[in-house]
Nanobody
Framework: QVQLVESGGGLVQSGGSLRLSCAASGRTFSSYAMGWFRQAPGKEREFIARINRSGGSTAHAESVSGRFTISRDNAKNTVYLQMNSLKPEDTAVYYC??????????????????WGQGTQVTVSS
């Protein structure tokens, strides 16, 4: 198993930046593909970005493409989400997740077995 702890959320003005971190402990971090999701009040959990085990392949949702970047440092057992040009509609709880193997493309919450507790990101206008 792997335990995930997110950090880096907070309150930021529109146009600002934040970097979220997700620290992993437990089994070998590099054995897991990782993803970031978010969930706003009253909405379903939404795919944001995913990265394969080595970090050589990434994908981002259209809504954040060009503004957010996922990366990982396997030596530090950490995955990151750099968020630039933030908008009020980016306000949500952000979750990182780990999967031993994606069943499809790694964009569905059901493909991930392990989840962090979430970190709140609030973007003011």
């Amino acid at each position: 198993q792997v335990q995930l702890v997110e950090s880096g959320g907070g309150l930021v003005q529109s146009g600002g930046s934040l970097r979220l971190s997700c620290a992993a402990s437990g089994r070998t971090f590099s054995s897991y593909a990782m993803g970031w999701f978010r969930q706003a009040p009253g909405k379903e959990r939404e795919f944001i970005a995913r990265i394969n085990r080595s970090g050589g392949s990434t994908a981002h949702a259209e809504s954040v493409s060009g503004r957010f970047t996922i990366s990982r440092d396997n030596a530090k057992n950490t995955v990151y989400l750099q968020m630039n040009s933030l908008k009020p509609e980016d306000t949500a709880v952000y979750y990182c997740a780990a999967a031993s193997l994606w069943q499809l493309r790694g964009t569905l919450p059901s493909e991930y077995a392990y989840w962090g507790q979430g970190t709140q990101v609030t973007v003011s206008s």
